[in-house]
């Protein structure tokens, strides 16, 4: 009997092993063949149109055509908290965005728009009032009010995660039951930038006061409630029905955590999930060719560079800087490192917003390369200089960015792999000579305060520049109000910065999403943000 | 038996104050402030402060690491400096998925490795031996999350017979992670029990019982097998207890919410007490996994049995 089964059990895992691998092979084949018209797109390209109206209605009640209701979700990352003012993570942001509404929200084209607020004037530079929603809901049953909206902005003040987007809210006063006066520390024109941000949404005050554990039960006036959240494997959200804007046609979202990019990949074409966050961008061809699935991918404010610390040599000298990024094939680093999911950025701040231009900023050119290092009266063997980089797609920009040094100017660069924690310590100090990073803020004002105001030194202002004139600059922007005046100043800003050079911008990173056909409602601003109930299942 | 038991349980305590020392003492030179981690880049000097005052992480060295065993013998693991929750409880959420991750994959393990072992002893030489060999060849030498596309590539995207990832639908959940990560290990056991049991049937023991006349099957099942046993035994406890922290690969592949894969986003997060929770679980499960082996080496040998005081 033994015999038997042994006589059987050789070939048969022989044999399964074999169909194994042939089965992998195939696959491989078809990625490696659908590959190659991913690399001749053009960088930054739509690959899909989103037939989103951009108005913050929902979807509606109705049912869906195909008569399914819920969304599954495959995202890379587990967010660590759920609760609105502990967390500064993209994943947590997501998440809060279903949960949660604060008196703003980032529309599509980035602006601040009323979510919870009503209406709001601006009665003088520093005193804005605002008249909030009437009768609007928390999941616990219980109505929103000023006294709510004040107690939810302090502790946005209050918590270190967050408190960066509440530095602009000054002193918060409740005028009555539906209306508060803010003001400012100041002229602020981030204000309304930073009240779309989940650290300022909008909770109940009873149970702030009381210490409520909001990372257990999140309670916000949001069209999802968290039902329940698996450590490490899924967080489960239910419709909420009676959400002031209306019920969401989806009535269950599931969020999977999947950390695998290949089996995300693989996850949505088996018909497991509905939606890929972040997609691989070496999948996105293969997905591209699948006939039931929709590829999106557009410009995001995700803005990439090699930071460059400009207190050592030779970084200190101007010159040098502009030969560094006059001379890298930025289309190349893209190609290389995200498959062509980008566009090329020369200006030091994103294209993306009004009043940003590329004018004095160093663009590709090997012959400028050269006349600026020779400007700069530096010996190419004395400029070696180590890049850190912190993961594999930073390590391939690395490998582009040497190529080109090297063959444009003669000097030897070298790469530093470094983990993330490590790589944020010796950055924010300054302990460091240039590093492949990145910055991703929905609004302007709170971009260059972080990458560039010397206040932020020893922060997020890694390449250290510490620019009077620049400073001066931030800080009109953050006063100007008027919007036609603001983005004058943000244009002065822009050329300045260009001009001055403190790092090396390489591209904007394009949003990437991949989902099943049939999903009607579908959009990501460029902030990154996507409003879940908007969406509703129509047919194939 | 239970004076030998209590006695190896005893020696757990040393054990472990020398791994949670050693590993304290290279978290902390690990450079990275968990502080500014946990933070944020934007947090401002004073909030960073005030949190490492909370966290106690202005503390000398060995306040600190007596501040932790404190806790540790209440069974309290410290505080994650990501979540701001308990660690116990991110700990106990994850610990069961990855010890009935790292069961089944031994089962899966031991049922090919056993026959395929045997097998290659008896028939040494053959063509049985050879092929079961390259089979183990192949499982040693495949990295696991390679293993683990193919297996999702065609039993859940091509024939749609399991899931691709998670841990939500039961056994059928369980399936490709077991079957990829016991493949791996296979390779090993496969390997020592046919070496354990070529030695086994030259012995002159063996050669008694066949001049007896008694059936092959027999031989190989009641007399061979079960001294053939006992370094088998050895290296499966040994594999089990790296199943438990090893599994991080097969855990991120099928995205299985094991403690492995919570355990590297915590050292990469800096989040010490996360970090340090995770290793003194499976210190203590490696040892604890060890002594199981050994007292199953007493049932295997009456004489080993017999020097258990």
């Known amino acids: 009997m033994t015999k038997k089964l042994m006589r059987g059990l050789v070939p048969a895992l022989v044999l399964s092993l074999a169909v194994g691998l042939f089965a992998g092979c195939g696959s491989s084949n078809d990625n490696s063949q659908s590959a190659a018209p991913a690399q001749s797109e053009a960088a930054g390209s739509t690959t899909a149109s989103s037939d989103n109206s951009g108005n913050s209605g929902n979807a509606g009640t109705s049912t869906a055509a195909s008569g399914k209701d819920s969304l599954i979700i495959a995202t890379a990352n587990e967010t660590p908290s759920v609760t609105t003012n502990l967390h500064n993570a993209v994943a947590g942001d997501y998440l809060n965005n279903m949960t949660h509404n604060g008196l703003f929200y980032t529309s599509d084209d980035l602006s601040p728009q009323p979510a919870l607020c009503e209406s709001y004037e601006i009665v003088s530079d520093t005193e804005w009032v605002f008249h909030l929603k009437q009768g609007v809901k928390f999941h616990n049953g219980t109505e929103m009010t000023a006294k709510d909206v004040k107690a939810s902005l302090e502790l946005c003040k209050e918590s270190p995660q967050v408190q960066q987007y509440g530095n602009s809210t000054g002193t918060i006063e409740v005028v009555d039951d539906y209306t508060i006066k803010i003001t400012t520390d100041g002229p602020q024109s981030g204000l309304l930038s930073d009240l779309c941000h989940h650290g300022n949404a909008i909770l109940p005050a009873d149970l702030i006061e009381s210490g409520h554990d909001f990372n257990k039960e999140p309670i916000g006036t949001g069209p999802y409630k968290l039902v329940a959240w698996n450590k490490g494997e899924s967080l489960e959200f239910e419709a909420n029905e009676d959400y002031w804007d209306g019920a969401p046609a989806i009535k269950k979202v599931v969020w999977k955590v999947i950390p695998e990019g290949s089996s995300r990949t693989m996850a949505l074409e088996a018909g497991e999930v509905d939606l890929i966050i972040e997609v691989e961008t070496t999948d996105l061809a293969r997905l591209q060719d699948n006939p039931d699935i929709t590829a999106f991918s557009e410009a995001g404010t995700s803005h990439n560079w090699m930071m460059i610390n400009n207190e050592k040599a030779p970084f200190d000298n101007i010159d040098f800087r502009r030969a560094i990024a006059s001379c890298i094939d930025k289309n190349a680093v893209i190609q290389v490192a995200l498959n062509g999911t980008g566009s090329v950025s020369d200006s030091m701040t994103p294209d993306c917003f009004p009043g940003v231009v590329a004018d004095g900023a160093p663009s590709y050119d090997v012959e400028k390369a050269k006349e600026y290092f020779a400007a700069s009266g530096l010996n190419p063997a004395d400029c070696g200089f180590a890049v850190i980089c912190s993961d594999d797609t930073k390590l391939r920009v690395g490998q582009v960015i040497q190529s080109c040094i090297k063959d444009a100017l003669g000097i030897d660069i070298t790469l530093e792999s470094m983990d993330l924690a490590t790589y944020l310590d010796v950055t924010a100090t300054g302990d460091y000579q240039a590093a492949i990073g990145g910055y991703t803020s929905s609004s302007l004002l709170a971009y260059v305060q972080g990458v560039y105001h010397s206040i932020s030194i020893n922060g997020s202002n890694k390449t250290r520049t510490n620019d009077p004139n620049i400073d001066a600059l931030i800080d009109k922007v953050q006063t100007t109000l008027d919007p036609e005046e603001n983005v004058k100043v943000v244009n002065e800003l822009s050329k300045a910065l260009n001009e001055l050079c403190p790092q090396v911008p390489l591209y904007l990173r394009n949003n990437v999403r991949a989902y099943r056909n049939g999903l009607q409602g579908f959009n990501v601003n460029a902030g990154g943000s996507t409003y879940y109930e908007r969406m509703s299942w129509g047919s194939n | ?309």
């Open chain 2, 1 to 309: 038996m239970i004076k030998f038991i209590i006695k190896r349980l005893v020696a757990l305590i040393p054990v472990l104050l020398g791994v949670s020392l050693l590993v304290f003492f290279i978290l902390d030179l690990a450079p990275g402030d968990p502080a500014k981690t946990a933070l944020g880049e934007q947090a401002r000097p004073e909030e960073i402060e005030a949190f490492r005052e909370e966290m106690g992480l202005n503390n000398p060295f060995f306040v600190r690491y007596a501040d932790y065993m404190l806790g540790l013998v209440q069974g309290d693991l410290g505080t994650s400096y990501k979540t701001l929750d308990p660690v116990g409880q991110e700990v106990w959420a994850r610990l069961p998925n990855t010890a009935v991750l790292a069961l089944t994959s031994t089962v899966v393990a031991i049922l090919l490795a056993l026959p395929l072992g045997i097998i290659a002893a008896i028939k040494q030489n053959t063509l049985f031996d050879g092929i079961s060999m390259f089979v183990s060849l192949v499982g040693i030498s495949m990295p696991v999350f390679w293993m683990g596309l193919l297996l999702i590539l065609m039993f859940s995207v091509k024939l749609g017979w399991f899931p691709v990832a998670g841990a939500d639908q039961g056994i059928k959940s369980l399936v490709l992670p077991s079957f990829a990560l016991g493949f791996m290990h296979m390779a090993s056991i496969a390997r020592t029990t046919r070496s354990s049991m070529l030695e086994t049937i030259r012995q002159d023991y063996i050669r008694t019982v066949r001049a007896k006349g008694l059936p092959e099957k027999e031989i190989i099942l009641r007399h061979a097998l079960r001294n053939a046993l006992i370094p088998t035994t050895t290296v499966i406890g040994l594999q089990i207890g790296s199943m438990l922290g090893g599994s991080v690969l097969t855990e991120s592949v099928f995205s299985w919410p094991g403690i492995g894969r919570y355990m590297i986003q915590s050292i990469q997060g800096r989040d010490i007490p996360s970090v340090m929770g995770c290793i003194i679980i499976f210190a203590l499960s490696f040892a604890i996994i060890n002594l199981i082996v050994d007292l199953i080496y007493g049932f295997i040998d009456p004489r080993i049995k017999a020097q258990y005081k």
